[in-house]
């Protein structure tokens, strides 16, 4: 009984319970990190097999031993439990498979495990947090970078600190950002804070990689910075005119879901995916969209959101997509947006439930923002960089972008050296040794770009300046 009751899913909302199999999920945790930075993984490979052989020998031994009356209760649970041992076991296998490049092998249990998926998410709920998110884990995981990130938000005011987090694969071991026009446009922190001065609309880009390849993200027209933005957010759909797809009773009809409290709530349980349209009133500025699930409202975390999409539209007929989410666990989400104008917001959600009820419930829709049709700023240019005068401000500029971290300490270093030997040539006028050295310079800037030491960026801006020196000397 003790392997059994350890995989029994439990309400664990509100503080009630605790998770299921929290040791075997440590375990879990402990071998995706592991296998992620190709590290010895063999201690937790044995014990997720014991673990697996012995759901599987469990949910055997309960139904041969069990009462028949409390077989009777147990029965659809210990079934489920030994899909998910034997499927468990699947999973592990094909994650070997695809991280030792046994690729029929891989495609094969694969095939296998997607085929089971829908009757592993069916039924009792039984190792959800633990067992059965190991196998999605495992159909998801990739031995190659895989980048993303968040950001706390995508309108600011001028020098607001914005707060970006990274987000990838744990397989992703080096990361590079690029903020072009922010303050400090590189920077290889995990999770940097970046403030942009002037007001303009910046892009993001954010770069991964491993010994096995790279991954880049690039969000264009992402981060809009104004004037106007020292002025709080408002929820731009409270109290609104809003329509929906269908309510479960008078008192949960869809305009709950913009009343401002969390005691009322819109329900919706028909048949397919559920929507919820709101009428802004007129042309807003959007930027985030904040929703209130099951959870917030006091109910078991089952019932939050799983999937959802938000579109925005300026004629209520053609909508734009914003967010798509297809794993949500959480009780609030607030989901940041690139700034975009619009009237209509529409909430479609695909999978109201953790499980198998199909009955929507959201306590809140926010949209937050803007008021009125107000004029932005235009998309930032990168002007050409100001030309350094001299080898002494060249080594200035290579010593900032090393403290930005788009040259590592290695990279600076040799590039200093070179440096101070051109400015002891300057000093004394010596012309065809000052050129002799900055050409050596820029066969070092082509060694570093050729080694991924530096980037394209950071190459074509010090070549640059390396040949407008050489051009002075000449």
Known sequence: MKTFANHSSRMTGKGIGREDAENVRKTMDQFWEKLSKRKDATKEIN?????????????DILKEKLPAETLEESSENLDKLKLLGENGKLALDMVLAKNNQVDDAYKKLKKKLKSNLPALNRGARVSEKTVLAFIKE?????????????????????????????????????????????????????????????????????VGKNPLGKDKVVRQEYITVTDLAKSEKTNLALGKEITASSNCAKTEKSQFAVDGSTQTKWCANDSGTHKLTVDLGGTNVVSEIVMKHAEAGGEPSSSNT???????????????????????????????????????????????????????????????????????PPKYEPGNPRLVENAAELNALVEQLGKEGA?????????????????????????????????????????QLKNAVISEEVYHNLMMNADALIEKWQ
């Open 407 to 447: 040259i590592d300490e290695a990279g600076v270093h040799s590039l200093i050296l070179h440096l101070t030997a051109i400015n002891h040539y300057e000093n004394k006028q010596l012309a065809d040794k000052v050129v002799k050295h900055l050409e050596s310079f820029k066969q070092m800037l082509e060694y």
């Open 47 to 59: 014990q997720l097999n014991e673990e697996f052989a012995d759901i599987v020998e469990a949910a």
């Open 138 to 206: 495992a159909l998801d995981f990739d031995p190659l970078p895989v980048v993303s990130f968040d950001v706390s938000k995508t309108l600011v005011a001028p020098v607001e600190k914005i707060q970006f987090k990274n987000t990838s694969s744990l397989t992703t071991e080096e990361i590079e950002w690029t903020f072009k026009g922010a303050k400090v446009e590189h920077s290889t922190a995990q999770n940097p804070k970046v403030v942009y001065e002037k007001e303009g609309i910046y892009p993001v880009k954010l």
């Open 306 to 376: 799983l999937a959802y999409r938000i579109q925005i539209s300026k004629d209520g007929k053609n909508f734009k997509d914003l967010v798509k989410v297809t794993d949500n666990k959480s009780a609030v989400t607030n989901d940041q947006i690139p700034v975009i104008k619009g009237r209509y917001v529409r909430l479609i959600v695909d999978k109201p439930t953790q499980g198998d009820d199909n009955a929507a419930r959201i306590y809140e829709f926010e949209v937050m923002g803007l008021e009125g049709d107000v004029e932005l």
